[in-house]
């Protein structure tokens, strides 16, 4: 039997948002006869979060992995507010169409879950399943104070053992047992090489002007939102000290929709990387579950 983890070929695929932005994907092959996952990283992240997920079941399902406007290779923004999500929203809608996606799992981290749940609202009949990873209806203010200190700050560093170490300062208590090797790994998922020879954060740094004003961070209703996961394969799994998914609403979530599985990952603060052997596991049953359904 071949090995599935070995599988790292991807195409990159584009597509044309609807005010001419060039937007980028990877698109890593699998069966034609399961529904496709699709893959919405986070606030300041890129496709690179999503590759050990990829490459773990990549081949025995498609694994679609967007960047979304003003990260990684897609196409910067003209207008900084339209670093919002109801304008991710419609990016992510020109990208089914174009894809002609009847029927998907989606998987999203913090902001990439919230596009996940604004997406089962539109048109919930496409949702296969869902795993919101460290992220619900709502935020935690603390958190999203936290982020709000770091992101649009413009960084650059000479080596990649200098971006490493700024990484490992920044996010030392979310990570608490991480080594050298991982900050590294964190440090080219979160930085690019510029043509000049610096490493640099790979985003917009404009996409924090929206971010700061109240309010953009969600939808206007997301418990409305979240609502239409009801009746769906659900994963939700939470970092042991997130400070932007409280355990209480994590518990009201389960309760809300009770066939939802909570998985909570140990000693990872926001967000976990889906890599953790809880998480890892909890989606192998997401998965097996879509099978069933």
């Known amino acids: 039997m071949s090995d599935r983890r070995n599988l790292t070929a991807?195409?990159?695929?584009?597509?044309?948002?609807?005010?001419?932005?060039?937007l980028h994907y990877r698109d890593y092959p699998g069966r034609d006869d399961r529904p496709p996952i699709l893959c919405i990283p986070g606030l300041t992240r890129n496709a690179?979060?999503?590759?050990?997920?990829?490459?773990?079941?990549?081949?025995?399902?498609?694994v679609i992995v967007v960047e979304l406007r003003g990260r990684g290779e897609s196409a910067y923004a003209k207008d900084p507010m339209t670093y919002v999500p109801l304008t991710y929203l419609q990016d992510l809608e020109a990208l089914i169409a174009e894809?002609?996606?009847t029927r998907f799992v989606a998987i999203g981290t913090s902001l990439g879950g919230i596009l996940s749940m604004l997406l089962a609202s539109t048109h919930p009949e496409r949702i296969a399943g869902a795993a919101l990873n460290d992220v619900g209806p709502e935020l935690d203010p603390a958190g999203l104070a936290r982020i709000r200190t770091y992101v649009g700050k413009p960084m650059w560093h000479a080596t990649w053992v200098h971006a490493a170490r700024s990484v490992a300062e920044a996010n030392g208590d979310v990570y608490p047992h991480y080594g050298i090797e991982d900050w590294l790994r964190m440090a080219k998922q979160l930085y690019r090489l510029t043509p000049a020879g610096?490493?640099?954060?790979?985003?917009?740094?404009?996409i924090a002007e929206p971010f700061r004003l109240p309010g953009s961070e969600a939808g206007p209703d997301m418990w409305r939102a979240y609502d239409a996961l009801e009746g769906k394969p659900l994963l939700l799994v939470r970092g042991g000290r997130s400070d932007i998914l409280s355990a209480s609403v994590a518990e009201r979530m389960v309760d809300r929709l009770p066939g939802a599985e909570l998985v909570t990952v140990p000693e990872v603060g926001h967000a976990p990387t889906l890599e953790e052997q809880e998480a890892a596991a909890g989606?192998?049953?997401?998965?097996?579950?879509?099978m069933a359904a």
Do not use: T
């Open 10 to 22: 991807w195409a990159d695929g584009y597509w044309w948002s609807n005010d001419g932005l060039r």
């Open 48 to 62: 690179r979060d999503y590759e050990a997920l990829a490459q773990r079941h990549a081949g025995e399902w498609r």
């Open 99 to 101: 894809l002609k996606l």
């Open 198 to 206: 610096r490493i640099v954060l790979d985003y917009d740094m404009k």
């Open 283 to 290: 989606i192998d049953r997401l998965l097996a579950k879509v």
